[in-house]
């Protein structure tokens, strides 16, 4: 089976702008989550999709928003982009609700670059 | 306080040496405990997880739990330079989200 694929791979924007990353989950797979990971902060969870519903949402502001289609890819909008957005976005994958029981796989990211 | 604590090191060992890494948590309540692996620009892979107390072994790497003290531990053993990446611990908690650590950078020279 093909792995989680994340578009593009990397990014530059500038303050203000808003960006959308896209990401394929393996197939047969219904949930999503997504991640950011800085230096700073490491890996912080933003939410997660299962059947084209959000299930979970992380501590991020309402700039970060999601959604998920009915063939289970999903993408991720941030609006009015901040210096402090740069990061690597991360897209895991797993049958059924992250967790212990559903292994999430994960892509390799895109990474973003705020000017 | 964050749920989970690591020191991101960075860690440098020669080859053949045993790599200790280390995560402590807060909440009590969790029984399941995770160590990811993140070679360079590549997204993290579950190496191990390990439920409630005790060892796992998985070859080279074994993954202890002292729930008491609420600290969980990484051992590589035998380190190879192919073993040079970021290891990530992972909790998750009872809403099904996913608490890393820092994550440490181990680097196995040759």
Redesign the interface.
């Known amino acids: 089976k093909a792995g989680v694929t994340q578009t593009p791979r990397y990014l530059i924007k500038t303050r203000g702008q808003q960006v959308t990353l896209s990401c394929s989950p393996i197939s047969g797979h219904r949930s999503v989550s997504w991640y950011q990971q800085t230096p700073g902060q490491g890996l912080q969870f933003l939410f997660e999709y299962f059947s084209e519903t959000q299930r979970n949402k992380g501590n991020f502001p309402g700039r970060f928003s999601g959604r998920q289609f009915s063939n289970s890819r999903s993408e991720m909008n941030v609006s009015t982009l901040e210096l402090g957005d740069s990061a690597l976005y991360l897209c895991a994958s797993s049958e059924g609700l992250a967790g212990v029981t559903d292994t999430q796989y994960f892509g390799p990211g895109t990474r973003l670059t705020v000017l | 306080q964050k749920e989970v604590e690591?020191d991101p090191g960075p860690l440098s060992v020669p080859e053949g040496a045993i790599v200790s890494l280390n995560c402590t948590y807060s909440n009590s309540a969790f029984q399941?405990f995770?160590w990811y692996r993140q070679y360079s620009?590549?997204?993290?892979?579950?190496l191990m997880?390990t439920?409630s107390s005790g060892n796992k072994e998985d070859g080279r790497f074994t993954a202890q739990v002292d729930k008491s003290s609420k600290y969980i531990s990484l051992f590589i053993r035998d380190s190879q330079p192919s073993d040079s990446a970021t290891y990530?611990c992972?909790i998750?908690g009872g809403?099904?989200?996913?608490?890393?650590?820092?994550?440490t950078t181990v680097t196995v020279r040759a």
């Open positions: 690591q399941y995770m620009r590549k997204g993290p892979e579950l997880y439920y990530l992972a998750p809403d099904y989200k996913l608490s890393f650590g820092a994550g």
